[in-house]
Structures are given as C-alpha cells and as structure tokens.
C-alpha cells in the first residue's frame, strides 16, 4: 500500500505543475482534453462500470448541460458557474428520466434504448431553432473573466478540469465503498439474487445514473466554456458517448482509476494522431480499435489489472481474522 | 401462531396449473419441511411467497399481513429470506463481501455490515474462506455462503431450496446441525428437500405437493404412513 501511496502522490503533483513545467500551450490542451474525458469516463463508471448498465448514450448528458449554460449565459448573460450548477441538476434529470423505462430493459436492449433516446434528441435539437438549430451557439469571445467562465490562457481551465477530475475520482471512490457500491455490483451480477436480499434495482440503478449523469453534465458545461461553442453534433455526439464507454472498459471498469488509464492512453493518442493526419482523418479511430480488441483478448477486465500487479494493490476485499 | 398464512394460492403458466388452491400454515418457530416429485410446484410456490411471480389468485399473509403482490425486495425487508435451488450466489465478489450484501439489509454502516457477515461466515464455518471469490468455492461451500448471505438478511423466516442436493452424507449431516441450530435460534424455516433422510430427521411438519396439488399434510410419521403420498412420492416400501 505503501508504494501505491507514493505513487498517487508523484502522479498528483506532477499534474499540479505541469503548467510550470511544460509551457508549450499544445501540452495543455492535450492534458485539458485528458482531463475532460477523464471525468467523463470516472462519471460513465459509475452506471456502466459499478451497476453494469452499459449507456451508450451519455452524450445526451453533456450535450443538455452545455447547451443549458451556453444559453443561459448568451441569452441571458447568466454566469457559466450558475450555468454549471442549472445544467448539472438537468442533465441528471433527464438521465434519471431516461432510467425509469430503459433500466425494466436487460443488457444489449438497455444499450440500444440509451443509443436510440440520445440520437433522437439530437434530431430534434437540430430542428430547434430557438437553441440554433443545426448551427448551435456561438459563446461571444470577451476579456478573461471568472464570473464569465473565460479565460484567454488555457491554465485556468486546466486547474479547473483538474479540480473536477479530483472529484469525480473520489465520487467513485465513495462509491465503490459504500452501501451504494456493494449494492450495484449485486446487482451488476446477478439482480434476482439481488432482489433476494432487499435490494431494489430500479432505485439504485437511478441513484448512480443520477450521478453518472450530474459528472457528465459538468464535463460538457467545462467543454463549452473551453470551445465556445455548442451544435449537436459537436455536443452531442455519439462519438462522445462510445469514447466515455471505451476509455472506461479499456483501462478497466468497476475501478476507481481504470477509466482514467483508459482516458490517459487514448486522449494524448488521439490528440497527437489528430495533429498529424488531421481531423478529418479517422486512423485514431481504427487505431482505438485495434487497442479495444487487444485488451479485450489479454484482459478484459481492463488495463488497471497489469497496474494493479505492478503496485500490488489486492485486488479483492477482505477483514483480518 | 401462524406467521405464513397462505390460502388458495393457485399460480398458472399458460395452460399449466403448477400451484393449484394451495392452502396451510406455518407457526412461529416450526420447522416446516415441502416434499413431492419434481415439478409439484415446491420452487414455484416459493417464487410466490417471495414474490418473484405474481400469484393467480389466493392469498399469502406473513404475520398477518397480505404479501402477495408486493415486490420480492420488499417482502426480504419485511423478514422472508431465501436460498436458490441453483446457487446464486455474486460470483465475482468475495465470500465476505457477498454475506455483506445481505447484512447491509439492517444497516448502512459498511464496517458494520462486514463485521456481521464476519459472524455469520463463523457460524458456518467459512471464516477461512472470507476472502476467495465466491465462484471459486466449491458446492457445498457456496451452498453455506448463500445460507449465511441470507442469513445476514437478518429474516423470521428462511425458505431453503434443496440445500442438502448434492451433497455427499457427512456434509449433509453438518448441514443438518446447521438448519437446526438457525432454527433454535427463533427463526422460522421451510424447506424444501429431496434428501429424505435431511427432511425426516428435522422436520417437525410436511406438506406435500404432487402436479400442483396439495397431497398431504402432518408430521414426519404420519406422512410415510400416508398411501397418498407412497403413490405419489416416496414409494412402496419407504421405511422412515
């Protein structure tokens, strides 16, 4: 335990001074994305990874909230950080919204039915002129303000997506010790069983959705605020919400930093891949793929395994006789 | 007293009557034992009382409330606990941790919650097996592990299915003693068994089920004296 310790603190500090270090403005933007989808991925953990309701829809979630504070603030020059708050609540509204018909669904049905919900509002959204329609908002460029959730250097989002990030982690961290926790994995793993002993589904299933949701909701008002910009197929992406999923089971799901791995391995790839072949290139996601059928042939239950036995760290739980 | 009450319970899949007007009483404290050929219907009427399927028609009171109906987790809250004729137990969780499912029932203090499953793994005699995942027991091991994982539910009434199947004598013998203490210690069982030796031996009553009926009812000896369930079950020249 003692050299994971050391470890985590090493880790931490050197992403602490990163911006001193490095001052190159690409590496603060490849680590901002990191940490963006770190949080999504720590924020998809906790419903597809800990309840085992694999969402291939969370998109929705960052879309509702980066649409809901981008316009707040152009309409209505509502702070972003309210905008934050307003766009969390909601976007756990809808997953919770979302939960009441799809988690009665099992398996590979509930993934299609979170695919189908997000994809159809995305539609809708498009037809939407009062939000912009198919062109989206424009967030106005104004002087650096932290009431305005703006900034001309990129060091002020980067120790704010860290902020998050720290917290998204030990929201999982809560969970995966927690009534909470024991009761989704009972459930991930046999839900008859689970009904046996008391455990109601649907209200756990729900209560991890709504924080599932409430983190991805605080990654797309952050990617908002970052890009200024939102249109549906920017925010709403079916990109974002098959990353989230990936980046999670690759580095290892049903773990408190498995999807951070998984994040820290395929960001900085697809970010460098992005720069040299171009955007419109999708070699990083054939490449994406290719590690996606690596791990799921040597390790299914994702990267952290390998990490794990290098820091050994038990894997399993147990009290002292 | 009566804490089961159940009457007329009749569940239909289709055109199958697999429990047909099933009436009787368990009292508090009784050790209760349901017998008969496979498919009479025994794991189906447990699936009723616990609420996994919705009865046809009938009624099933648990101290003195109806139950029927409600759905399976809140009638574990109210005090019925069960084990699977196919073990379930979380085979990825540890055996600790899978007792600690249970308990969290009462409580939602972890530590409290695995410090009671730790009691309850004494109890059977699976301490040393705390921290082995649970699909890497053997039979009779995760057979106790769902036992104690029920247990920890902290019920009034435990329904057992087929704990003692598969089972080689001097395991089932440990399983005896173990059914019997949980018994003495003021919690009301039935059980299902087609261990005849399991069934006789502690059983203070038998119900038994033939093709969704109700065949019989009384105790131990007035059963194998019964030429219905003979017929029916145990066959001619079952000496108990």
Avoid at chain 1, 185 to 197: D, F, Y
Avoid at chain 1, 215 to 223: D, P, R, S
Avoid at chain 2, 201 to 211: C, E, F, H, K, S
């Amino acid at each position: 335990m003692k050299r994971y310790h050391y470890v985590m603190t090493m880790i931490g500090l050197f992403f602490l001074l990163f911006p001193i270090l490095f001052k190159n403005p690409f590496f603060h933007h490849v680590v901002f994305m990191l940490f963006l989808y770190a949080i999504l991925a720590e924020a998809w953990n906790v419903i597809g990874g800990y309840a085992g309701q694999l969402s291939f829809g969370h998109a929705l979630y960052f879309g509702v909230s980066a649409y809901i504070s981008t316009f707040l603030f152009v309409r209505f020059h509502v702070s972003p950080w309210i905008g934050l708050i307003l766009g969390v609540l909601a976007a756990a509204m809808v997953g919770f919204l979302v939960g009441l018909p799809f988690f009665r669904l099992k398996g590979h049905y509930f993934a299609i039915g979170t695919i189908g919900v997000t994809e159809a509002i995305r539609a809708i959204i498009k037809e939407w002129q009062l939000i912009g329609g198919a062109v989206g908002i424009y967030i106005p460029l104004i002087p650096s303000s932290f009431v305005d959730f703006q900034w001309s250097s990129r060091i002020p989002y980067y120790y704010i997506g860290l902020a998050f990030v720290v917290s998204a982690v030990y929201a999982n961290y809560k969970v995966e010790n927690s009534k909470l926790g024991y009761y989704l994995r009972a459930i991930k793993m046999n839900e008859s069983a689970a009904l046996s002993l008391g455990i109601n589904p649907l209200k756990y299933k729900e209560i991890a959705m709504i924080i599932s949701c409430g983190f991805t909701g605080i990654a797309g008002v952050l990617y908002a605020q970052y890009t200024l910009y939102v249109h549906p197929d920017s925010v709403m992406a079916m990109s974002i919400s098959i990353d989230m999923a990936i980046m999670a089971l690759v580095g290892g799901a049903g773990t408190i930093l498995g999807p951070i791995i998984g994040a820290a391995i395929l960001i900085p790839l697809n970010e460098i891949l992005k720069v040299y072949i171009g955007e419109t290139g999708s070699l990083h996601i054939a490449i994406y793929g290719v590690i996606v059928m690596i791990v799921a042939i040597f390790q299914p239950l994702g990267i952290i395994v390998y990490l794990e036995q290098i820091l050994r760290k038990p894997v399993g739980k147990g009290l002292k006789e | 007293m009566d804490i089961l009450e159940i009457e007329g319970l009749t569940k239909r899949f289709g055109g199958l009557l697999a429990n047909n007007e099933i009436s009787f009483c368990v009292k508090q404290g009784e050790m209760l034992g349901l017998i008969g050929p496979n498919g009479a219907g025994k794991t189906t009427l447990f699936n009723c009382i616990t609420g996994v399927y919705r009865i046809n028609s009938g009624t099933v009171r648990f101290e003195g409330h109806e139950i029927h109906g409600a759905p399976t987790y809140e009638i574990c809250h109210r005090g019925i606990a069960r084990t699977f004729q196919l073990i379930q137990v979380f085979a990825d969780m540890t055996a600790l941790d899978n007792v600690a499912v249970g308990a969290l029932l009462r409580t939602n203090d972890l530590g409290k919650a695995q410090r009671k499953a730790l009691s309850y793994l004494e109890q059977l005699n699976l301490v040393d097996r705390q921290r082995i995942f649970a699909k890497n027991l053997t039979l009779v091991d995760r057979k106790k592990l769902e036992l104690a994982r029920a247990l920890a539910t902290e019920p009034k009434l435990l329904l057992l299915d087929e704990v003692a199947s598969g089972l080689n004598p001097s395991e089932v013998v440990e399983f005896i003693r173990v059914v019997r203490e949980i018994n003495a210690s003021g919690i009301t069982i039935v059980m299902i068994e087609h261990v005849m030796e399991a069934v006789m031996n502690i059983a203070q009553r038998i119900v038994v089920l033939d093709g969704g009926r109700m065949i019989g009812e009384g105790s131990p000896q007035e059963i194998v004296s019964d030429p219905h369930v003979i017929e029916a079950y145990l066959g001619e020249g079952y000496h108990a």
